[in-house]
Antibody, heavy 122, light 110 residues
Framework: QLQLQESGPGLVKPSETLSLTCTVS??????????WGWIRQPPGKGLEWIGH???????YYNSSLKSRVTISVDTSKNQFSLKVTSVTAADTAVYYC??????????????WGQGTLVTVSS | QSVLTQPPSASGAPGQRVTISCFGS????????VNWYQQLPGTAPKLLIY???QRPSGVPDRFSGSKSGTSASLAISGLQSDDEADYYC???????????FGGGTKLTVL
């Protein structure tokens, strides 16, 4: 059974960089048609897609966050990561990593991590 | 303001049928498949319906999805107390070149 687990600091200071890692177990990130992504949810609010990537390096980002976001992959560790620069209180959220499964025109987030709360505060 | 529009709340009595709508545009629902996610309190979202009307293994057939034009619907029949959750629709948006979610609908079982 595929499992995803987020890890990283729970508290980040304003203007600094938020860094999270998602470790995938029970399956390989590489050699598949699937994508790997990040979604966030501010407290009490809805879901926001951040971006996703393919192990070959193709990346897709939310245009509203693109200038501050980088998603990368480390196939040797079966992990992928998220960096958000110049964070503000508005970046406070539960961050989820997820697999974007399916194929072609039918893609969806079918496996999710449990989520990790990141608070931006001095 | 979400790109996909959902009612903020819905409710129904146990055993009843409830429908949750999701309105979009030609660049998202009008051209792409719709997926639905269920988020139980304090947990991560779970894929409920994919490709408009397909249920992943393990999802009861009480849950069904449909799409027509630029709108989609999630129907839940035989409502149970365990169905109390937030429900989100999502689709790819070709104009934005990314994934968009609805604002979510909080379902209350009376």
């Amino acid at each position: 059974q595929l499992q995803l687990q987020e890890s990283g600091p729970g508290l980040v200071k304003p203007s600094e960089t938020l860094s999270l890692t998602c470790t995938v177990s029970g399956g390989s990130i590489s050699g598949t048609i699937h994508y790997w992504g990040w979604i966030r949810q501010p407290p009490g609010k809805g879901l926001e897609w951040i971006g996703h990537l393919h192990y070959t390096g193709s990346t897709y980002y939310n245009s509203s966050l693109k200038s501050r976001v980088t998603i990368s992959v480390d196939t040797s560790k079966n992990q992928f990561s998220l960096k958000v620069t110049s964070v503000t209180a508005a970046d406070t959220a539960v961050y989820y990593c997820a697999r974007r499964g399916g194929s072609g025109g039918s893609r969806y987030f079918d496996y999710w991590g449990q989520g990790t709360l990141v608070t931006v505060s001095s | 303001q979400s790109v996909l529009t959902q009612p903020p709340s819905a409710s129904g009595a146990p055993g009843q049928r409830v429908t949750i709508s999701c309105f979009g545009s030609n660049s998202n629902i009008g051209t792409n498949n719709v997926n639905w996610y269920q988020q139980l309190p304090g947990t991560a979202p779970k894929l409920l319906i994919y490709s408009n009307n397909q249920r992943p293994s393990g999802v009861p057939d009480r849950f069904s999805g449909s799409k027509s034009g630029t709108s989609a619907s999630l129907a839940i029949s035989g409502l149970q107390s365990d169905d109390e959750a937030d429900y989100y629709c999502a689709a790819r948006d070709d104009s934005l070149s990314g994934v968009v979610f609805g604002g979510g609908t909080k379902l209350t079982v009376l």
